[in-house]
């Protein structure tokens, strides 16, 4: 399986990528691709992130096989990736440290965020104290209203949080608010996007600080099986960070790769997030790809139970994948995802995030049809303490505790 | 190059070229506001397509979008109203600015043809670098419409030169860092920029973003052709909602004597 080398110098993937915005930032995104591609290729960084990876951030994480969960749904085995025991709870904080330390290698000592739920708010704001960065968070007036304890925990670690009033006030005026404060202060300031979307070299830039959850799991998985590699692979797809660092390494190998959407109440109704599955060819956020959105253009908002997935457009090297076939990408409801999540629980005694449930959903699925002796690999991008709440009004709201 | 590109390229005068959103507060307030316009004086008017997602727009412009959304208004139906300025005597050249997600939903080429029909200039799209441009750009000189080239203090040199070479219609210098919104004070070094872009250009050269004073205005007379003012009109449009809907005739006499104090002598 060969395919060709994406990004290009332009930051395409195939139709998908480029860089739409304004000129006033352009001699930023050339400043940051030149400062990029030294850190690549400059062997003292790639240690210092390696490391911090280890001490800060506890990896390698583990690859757990889900025995019980396997043999209560039947068929193909189920290994996990822990990124839910991250510190500060998901994979996201991987890209943080990464992007965190190139910023200093930039000389920048402000850095600004955009976030939905507030994971990657939480994940920036804990960079910019350990590396001592001023740190402004971009979110949502709605989302500040369901995501409160983030948001206190954004300012316990010294965080701005900034309210965004304009649009539909979730992640994706967020994101613009961002962009337009970067377009004001790009001279001195650090845009630490947290998913694998936005203007080129950002796609390119979140793949390779996540990849490292991808390649752990080839080693992990082949020590434990004597060689041999998973039959199947399974992320959940919003932006699409997780997805790519986890999808990295297999792409140019023989397994089949799987992204999961958010169903939201069924891709059939007005309310989901399935950007692949519904969406058409458009430019959001500085990059060509596949976004939710009216016949006129104008963005439409997506909908998810779950907060990091709810996003209209998907970073644009998972349009290109879904165009060349080489990622499957399926979509999830929102119940299915909640009795995927208790079904976790109780089998294996694992909260995870909402987000990564949809993950957990399709591979149980996936894995019926399958033979036993055959093992699926799933991202588990995060833990589900900060879903607790949403949680409490669903199961026992909705009268479905059990 | 048609007529009216012709006469804006030859004038003599420091040109003026407002911005205003097509559709804020209807439809018939864009035309009867683009035509005062034209009364005091504008040497071209910037048209605004309402959008969702305007990142390069401050809360001004965004709130005016969200007007124009509210009246169905889109790119399709600016380009159409146009025409209806044609054949209510609007003889200034007409850009229209849009983001690129509604030109690439339209479809190029369609937005060419119906560019053409309904006596559209030039498109500006802000979103749209000049790296990912030459598409654009190919389409728009074979329809003889302008693609109006942004620059900002933050283009380096050798692009600067570059863009002002190529410039058509006009070339927009950015005065500032940030998004379109009035500012009450101006970088050191922007006469420089506006001075190094003058240099090259063959088209002239336009100071904008930020804007709302005539003292501010009188500053860049001697590095510039001429001034594009957004915010600070919306602003005084919006002020003016009710009356532009209910009371027309008023609003408009208001609106002419705000512009008129906003410019400076010569440029009336």
Not at chain 1, 70 to 98: F, Q
């Amino acid at each position: 399986m060969s395919a060709a080398i994406v990004p290009d110098h332009r930051g395409r993937y195939g139709n998908f990528g480029g860089k739409y915005v304004p000129e006033t930032i352009m001699f930023a995104l050339e400043e940051l691709e030149k400062s990029f591609e030294e850190a690549l290729n400059d062997k003292e960084f790639q240690k210092q992130f390696q490391n911090e990876l280890a001490v800060y951030s506890g990896r390698p994480t583990p690859l757990t096989f889900a025995e019980r969960l396997s043999e209560a749904n039947g068929g193909a085995k189920i290994y996990l990736k822990r990124e839910d025991l991250n510190h500060t709870g998901a994979h996201k904080i991987n890209n943080a440290i990464g992007q965190a330390l190139l910023a200093v290698r930039m000389g920048k000592k402000k850095i600004i965020a955009e976030t939905g739920a507030g994971q990657h708010g939480v994940a920036a704001a804990t960079v910019a104290a350990k590396y001592g960065l001023s740190c402004k968070v971009y979110m949502g007036k709605e989302d500040i209203r369901r995501q409160a304890l983030n948001v206190f925990r954004m300012k316990l670690l010294g965080a701005e949080v900034i309210e965004v009033t304009s649009g539909s006030q979730t992640l994706k005026d967020a994101t613009n608010e961002a962009i337009r404060e970067w377009v004001a202060s790009v001279e001195d300031t650090f845009y630490l996007i947290g998913s694998a979307v936005g203007p080129h070299p950002y796609p390119k830039m979140v793949k390779n600080f996540q990849q490292v959850i991808g390649f752990e799991t080839i080693d992990q998985f082949i020590r434990e099986n004597e060689g041999s590699l998973p039959d199947a692979v399974v992320a959940c797809v919003g932006g699409g960070s997780n997805a790519i660092g986890m999808f990295a390494p297999f792409i140019e190998k023989d397994v089949p790769l799987f992204g999961v959407e958010a169903a939201g109440k069924g891709i059939e109704t007005n309310a989901h997030a399935a950007t692949l599955s519904k969406g058409t060819n458009g430019v959001i956020h500085g990059s060509l790809t596949k976004l939710l959105q009216t016949e006129e253009g104008q963005i439409t908002e997506p909908y998810s139970i779950s907060a990091g997935l709810d996003y209209p457009g998907i970073g644009p090297e998972h349009a290109y994948l879904h165009e060349t076939e080489r990622v499957k990408y399926e979509a999830v409801t929102d119940q299915e995802s909640l009795d995927a999540l208790k079904s976790l629980c109780l089998n294996e005694g694992i909260l995870c995030a909402l987000e990564s449930a949809h993950a957990v959903a399709y591979s149980l699925k996936l894995a019926k049809n399958m033979n036993k002796d055959e093992a699926i690999v799933v991202c588990l991008s995060g833990r589900g303490d900060k879903d607790v709440h949403t949680l409490m009004e669903k199961v026992e709201g909705g009268n479905q505790y059990e | 190059m048609n007529k009216r590109w012709a006469a804006f390229q030859n004038s003599a005068d420091y040109r003026f070229v407002p911005y205003i959103m097509a559709g804020d507060p209807c439809e018939e307030a864009t035309i009867e506001l683009s035509l005062a316009l034209e009364d005091c004086g504008a040497a071209a008017l910037e048209l605004g397509v309402p959008y969702s997602d305007p990142l390069a727009d401050g809360p001004v412009i965004q709130r005016a979008g969200m007007r124009g959304l509210r009246q169905k208004m889109n790119l399709e139906k600016t380009i159409k109203l146009v025409s209806k300025l044609r054949g209510r005597g609007l003889k200034i050249p007409v850009i229209i600015f849009t983001y690129y997600n509604l030109l690439l939903q339209l479809g190029e080429n369609r937005f060419m043809t119906l560019a053409e029909e309904n006596g559209v200039d030039g498109i500006l799209v802000p979103d749209l670098p000049y790296e990912e441009s030459s598409y654009l750009k190919e389409m728009c000189s074979a329809h003889h419409l302008a693609l109006i080239s942004l620059v900002a203090p933050t283009t380096h040199n050798e692009k600067l030169n570059k863009l002002s070479r190529e410039a058509e219609g006009f070339l927009y210098c950015i005065s500032s860092l940030g998004v379109t919104g009035v500012r009450s004070e101006f970088r050191d070094g922007l006469n420089d920029f506006l001075r190094a872009a003058k240099e090259h250009s063959a088209v002239p050269v336009l100071v904008g973003f930020g804007l709302s004073k005539r003292n501010q205005i009188e500053q860049f007379e001697g590095t510039s052709d001429g001034f594009i003012i957004g915010s600070a009109i919306v602003k005084k449009i919006e002020s003016l909602e009710k009356e532009l809907i209910n009371n027309r005739e008023e609003a408009i006499v208001e609106f002419k004597q705000y512009i008129e104090s906003l410019l400076p002598v010569y440029s009336r």
